[in-house]
C-alpha cells in the first residue's frame, strides 16, 4: 500500500515552496497554495508588500482581508473549481496597508496521483487596471449621457455588407424602435426626404475617396415629423480590405429653427425699417404735394366749364391723372399715420357679401364674374368695419386688373379650428416666384400704374387684426389670396 496522501502532499509542498520562493519572492505577482479545505497551506513571499503571509497562511480565504461582498463570489468560484476541477477566476478586492487593493486570482485545481489534492491560486495586483476600467466605464457613461442630451449618437456603416449600426441615441432621434428597424443602408435611405437622398447617397460615396463625410439633411421619423439632422464621419478600411464608414448624428432641428426664426427677425427688421422710411415719405408729400393738386384739381374744373368740346379730352385726362396722384397720396398718408382699429363683433359673410356688391360695377367693366360663396350662415370676428372693407376692396380690385380679359373672381369664406378664413381667388396669369417673394414691399407691383402699397396696407391691417394675409401664384394659373382672422364667439 502506498504511502498516505498527507506525507505526499507535505513533501509535494516543500518541494513547490523551493520551486516558488525563488521565482516569486518579489514582484507583482503572488501565489498560494490552498488545501481542499480552503485552508491556506503556503504563499509566496511576493506577498509581503501586500500584507504578511501569516495572516493567510493557516486560514481560509474567507477569513482573509477581503470586501465583504466578495466572500460570496470566493466560495461560488471555489465549489467551481472542486466539482468540475477546471481553471477558474474572479477579481476581488481587499484592504492592505490602509488602501483597498485589487487582485486578479486565478485558481488551479492540483491533482495528485488522479486525485483532487488542493488548489493552487495565482494572484495578481490590478488595481491599476482595474482603475482604468472603472474610469473608461464612467468616461463612456457620461459621454453617452452627454451625447443623449445634446441629441448625438453613434453609427457605423459597413460598406460591404451595407449593414448599419446605431447607438440608441440614434433610434430615438429617428424615432424608431430596433427591433422594426432593419439596420441596412436601404432602411436608412428610405427615412430621409427624397429631395435629399442623393446628397447623402453622393456624399457616401464620395467619403471613400476623401475618407471625410459631412452632411446636414432632413429625415422622416417614425412619428412622421420631418427633422434636420447634421452627420460627420470618417472612412477607413479593416483587415482584409473591409471598408467601414463610422460617425456621430446630430439632431440640429431647433438650430435650424432658431436660424429661420432669426432670418424672419430680420427680415421683418428691414420690412420696419421700410415702412418708417416710407412713412417718413408720406408725411412729406403731405405737405409738399397735396395742397399743389388740391390747386391744381380746382383750375382743371375751372377750365372743364370753360373749355370748348374739343379740348375737353386733353382736360380728362389732367383730371384722371391728378386722381390718380391724389390717391398715392392717400394710400402713403395711411402708412404714415395708420388709424387704430376700433374692434367690434362683426358678421365676416354680411361684411364681404357687401364688398362683394360694391365691386360688382367695377367688375362688369372689365368683364369678370365675382362668385360668392360662403361655407357657413354666419362667421364672427372682432374687427374694424371699414378697414377690414378696405382690405377686401384691395384685394378684389387687383384679382379683378389681373384679369384684362375678364374671367371668374371666387371668393370664399369659411370657419376653420377657431380662424376665420376669407379666400380670393382670380384667373389671371399669376407671378413668377421671385415677383411673388416681393409682394408686399413699398413701390414694387406688376401692375403698370400700381404703386405696391395696397398690399403692404392690407398686410399691416390684417396683422392689426392678429391675423395672417397668405399669397399664393403660379405663373399661367392666376394668384390665391387667404385672409386669416380670430374667429369670435358669437353674440347668440
Avoid at 56 to 61: E, H, I, K, Q, T
Wanted: proline share 4%; with cysteine; net charge negative.
Amino acid at each position: 500500500m502506498e504511502d498516505s496522501q498527507f506525507p505526499s502532499l507535505d513533501a509535494r509542498l516543500r518541494a513547490m515552496g523551493e520551486a516558488l520562493d525563488g521565482a516569486f519572492r518579489e514582484g507583482p505577482d503572488w501565489v498560494s497554495y490552498h488545501a481542499l479545505n480552503a485552508e491556506c497551506l503556503y504563499v509566496t513571499p511576493s506577498v509581503r508588500p501586500w500584507m504578511n503571509d501569516e495572516h493567510l497562511v493557516g486560514r481560509s480565504f474567507a477569513s482573509w482581508p477581503m470586501r465583504e461582498e466578495d466572500r460570496p463570489r470566493w466560495a461560488s468560484v471555489w465549489l467551481q473549481v472542486l466539482t468540475g476541477r477546471a481553471a477558474a477566476r474572479l477579481v476581488w478586492g481587499h484592504g492592505a496597508l490602509g488602501a483597498s487593493r485589487w487582485v486578479d486570482s486565478l485558481l488551479l485545481p492540483d491533482e495528485y496521483r488522479g486525485e483532487l489534492v488542493g488548489v493552487m491560486v495565482w494572484h495578481r495586483d490590478v488595481t491599476d487596471r482595474q482603475e482604468r476600467e472603472w474610469a473608461l466605464e464612467a468616461s463612456i457613461e457620461r459621454l453617452q449621457v452627454a451625447y443623449g442630451l445634446a441629441r448625438t449618437g453613434y453609427w457605423e456603416l459597413d460598406v460591404t455588407t451595407r449593414r448599419l449600426t446605431w447607438s440608441q441615441e440614434v433610434y430615438d432621434i429617428w424615432g424608431v424602435d430596433p427591433e422594426h428597424f432593419a439596420s441596412t443602408y436601404d432602411a436608412f435611405l428610405e427615412t430621409i426626404l427624397p429631395e435629399d437622398r442623393p446628397l447623402v447617397e453622393q456624399a457616401v460615396s464620395r467619403a471613400m475617396h476623401t475618407h471625410t463625410y459631412e452632411l446636414e439633411y432632413r429625415i422622416r421619423t417614425g412619428r412622421g415629423q420631418i427633422r434636420s439632422v447634421r452627420s460627420v464621419g470618417r472612412y477607413h478600411e479593416r483587415d482584409g480590405g473591409r471598408g467601414v464608414l463610422f460617425g456621430a448624428v446630430k439632431d440640429v432641428t431647433a438650430q435650424k429653427e432658431s436660424e429661420l426664426a432669426l432670418a424672419a427677425s430680420r427680415e421683418l427688421l428691414a420690412r420696419s425699417d421700410k415702412l418708417a422710411a416710407v412713412g417718413q415719405l408720406a408725411a412729406g408729400i403731405a405737405h409738399e404735394i397735396r395742397n399743389p393738386l388740391t390747386a391744381l384739381r380746382g383750375f382743371i374744373d375751372l377750365m372743364y366749364q370753360r373749355a370748348r368740346s374739343h379740348n375737353r379730352r386733353y382736360l380728362e385726362i389732367m383730371r384722371g391723372e391728378v386722381s390718380r396722384m391724389e390717391a398715392i397720396v392717400s394710400e402713403l398718408l395711411r402708412l404714415a399715420r395708420p388709424d387704430r382699429p376700433q374692434f367690434q363683433q362683426l358678421d365676416l359673410v354680411d361684411l364681404v357679401q357687401e364688398v362683394v356688391a360694391f365691386m360688382n360695377a367695377q367688375a362688369l367693366l372689365h368683364g369678370v364674374d365675382i362668385q360668392y360663396a360662403p361655407r357657413a350662415a354666419s362667421v364672427t370676428v372682432a374687427g374694424d368695419s371699414n378697414q377690414l372693407k378696405q382690405v377686401l376692396i384691395n384685394l378684389m380690385r387687383n384679382g379683378i386688373e389681373a384679369m384684362p380679359r375678364g374671367g371668374v373672381l371666387r371668393v370664399s369664406l369659411w370657419e376653420d379650428s377657431g380662424r376665420a378664413c376669407v379666400q380670393i381667388a382670380d384667373q389671371g396669369s399669376g407671378m413668377r416666384p421671385e415677383a411673388l417673394a416681393r409682394i408686399g414691399e413699398p413701390f414694387y407691383t406688376t401692375k403698370e400704374q400700381g404703386t405696391g402699397l395696397g398690399v403692404m396696407v392690407s398686410k399691416r391691417i390684417v396683422a392689426d387684426h392678429g391675423g395672417e394675409l397668405l399669397i399664393e401664384s403660379e405663373e399661367g394659373r392666376g394668384t390665391t389670396v387667404t385672409i386669416l382672422l380670430p374667429a369670435a364667439q358669437s353674440p347668440a
